[in-house]
């Protein structure tokens, strides 16, 4: 008898639990992967920026575990409204929960919801075509743009808005998305750590990219970018130091944007009437080891403010959830009886796609050494039919990368252009026969 196992996410902690399992068990075993959207691959399709092709052609891998025996792909499956918990523990022996961390973390400044600052998960949802972010969520009119965050998520929105739409034109992004790089008319943008460049969360690779854009002027300013003691530092942290110095030797060179990086200022509120006009900040030192204001401010002015704070994962119906880590509490994946987490939901958003492997890895070690094939009632398939609920399967998937190909074709752009919202996807898998006819975003 097969191991029958659900893994509710199909982003690449959830292809990687998926693979561990096709790898680790020793006998026969069936394993779901469920998806809320259409597509599978999670945050390689909609969280990987445009031109980080090299990093999208992981998807290439995972698409090899979708492809294998006694794996199924089934898109467009919610948990919490199609199937519960206790669906998922009647049809399966064992359920993998790798729902990711898909929402955004608030800054708690006054202005926060004042139109014209915005989370850069929206953007980047925005500029990778998710269905649940229309095309014609951001108009980028705005000329003075401040990120708030210096990671990797902040780098890459750093880098959309200060590339020409041309520089993006042979990626996937939506061609809406693209008519709208196009009209930018961002000129100035400053992105703002609250401590040193010392502690800056971003990668060197990912930074060095930033002094590479050929259509603006990145650069520092010399007292921010002061380091004492370099010796202490890991090599990483070094070179990202080295190259932040650099930039602030830089001469400008008139190009039609501007970058600013800026270190040791904490955002203490965002000010504008009816929308954003500006942001103030406040000078900060550690103090301990945290950060501390220094009663120094200044105001920069902008027309959208934008929060690149990190990502924080959302609790789900029946399954554990503790507020303060926002994780899901579990020894080594296991989180109750016949129940395991994987991913972002299992150890906070941090760490590459890559870690997700070992981390998936660990979890299927502990649900193999304590489940037995044979608990599994029903199937989830009557279960769902019974309900008036038909999976998308992974050949419905193939149909919709092959119009994105099309399209690409079609529009003379690249290898893929994503289309956007649930309807053009669907039709495109022959689920609905027009677009229109299916009013869901
Ligand atoms: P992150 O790496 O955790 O960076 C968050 C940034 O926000 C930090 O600079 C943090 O500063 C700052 N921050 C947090 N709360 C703040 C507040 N209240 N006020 C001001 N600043 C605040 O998160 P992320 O950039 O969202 O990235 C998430 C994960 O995805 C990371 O592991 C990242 O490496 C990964 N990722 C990788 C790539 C890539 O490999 N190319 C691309 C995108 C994302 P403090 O350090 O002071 O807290």
Request: one cysteine or more; glycine letters at 10%.
């Amino acid at each position: 008898m097969a191991l029958r196992v659900a893994v509710v996410g199909s982003g690449p902690a959830g292809i990687y639990t998926a693979e561990a399992l096709t790898k680790q068990a020793q006998g026969p075993v069936e394993i779901d992967v469920l998806e809320r959207l259409p597509t599978p691959y999670g945050l390689v399709r909609y969280g990987v920026a445009p031109d980080h092709t090299s990093i999208k052609s992981i998807a290439g891998y995972l698409r090899r575990v979708l492809e294998a025996p006694g794996v199924r792909f089934l898109g467009g499956v919610e948990f919490g409204s199609d199937v519960s918990a206790d669906d998922l523990l009647s049809c399966y022996d064992a359920v993998v929960y790798c729902t990711g961390a898909m929402v955004d973390r608030r800054l708690g400044v006054p202005g926060e919801d004042l139109p014209g600052s915005v989370a850069a998960t929206d953007f980047v949802n925005w500029y990778c075509g998710h269905p649940d972010v229309p095309p014609d969520t951001f108009s980028l009119d705005a000329e003075d743009v401040v990120v708030i965050g210096v990671g990797n998520v902040a780098v890459d929105v750093v880098r959309v808005l200060a590339k020409g739409a041309e520089e993006l034109r042979d990626t996937d992004v939506p061609d809406e998305v693209l008519r709208r790089l196009e009209a930018s008319r961002v000129r100035r943008i400053h992105m703002v750590g609250r401590r040193g460049p010392e502690h800056a969360k971003f990668t060197l690779k990912e930074l060095r990219e930033l002094g590479e854009l050929i259509n603006a002027d990145v650069l520092t300013f010399p007292h921010e970018v002061e380091v004492g003691d370099l010796t202490t530092l890991s090599r990483q942290t070094r070179g990202n130091v080295d190259v932040l110095r650099s930039w602030s030797e830089r001469v400008p060179a008139n190009r039609p944007r501007r970058l600013e990086v800026r270190f040791w200022l904490r955002p203490v509120e965002i000010l504008g009437v009816s929308r954003v006009e500006g942001i103030r900040l406040e000078r900060t030192r550690l103090q301990d080891g945290r950060v501390v204001g220094t009663n120094e401010f200044e105001t920069i002015p902008a027309d959208m403010v934008m929060r690149s704070v990190g990502y924080q994962s959302v609790a789900l119906a029946g399954v554990p959830f503790d507020s303060t880590s926002m994780t899901v509490p579990n020894v080594a994946g296991k989180v109750s009886d016949r129940q395991y987490v994987a991913g972002w939901l299992k150890r906070g958003p941090t760490g590459v796609i890559g870690t997700n492997k070992s981390d998936a890895a660990e979890t299927v070690r502990t649900l193999l050494a304590d489940t037995t094939p044979g608990t599994a009632r029903i199937r989830l398939d009557d279960l769902l039919s019974a309900r008036g609920v038909t999976p998308l399967t992974y050949q419905d998937w193939l149909a919709i990368e092959t119009a994105e190909a099309e399209l690409a074709t079609a529009l003379k752009r690249g290898e893929r252009v994503k289309l956007v919202g649930r309807p053009a996807m669907l039709a495109a898998c022959g689920r609905v026969t027009h677009p229109a006819q299916d009013a869901t975003p």
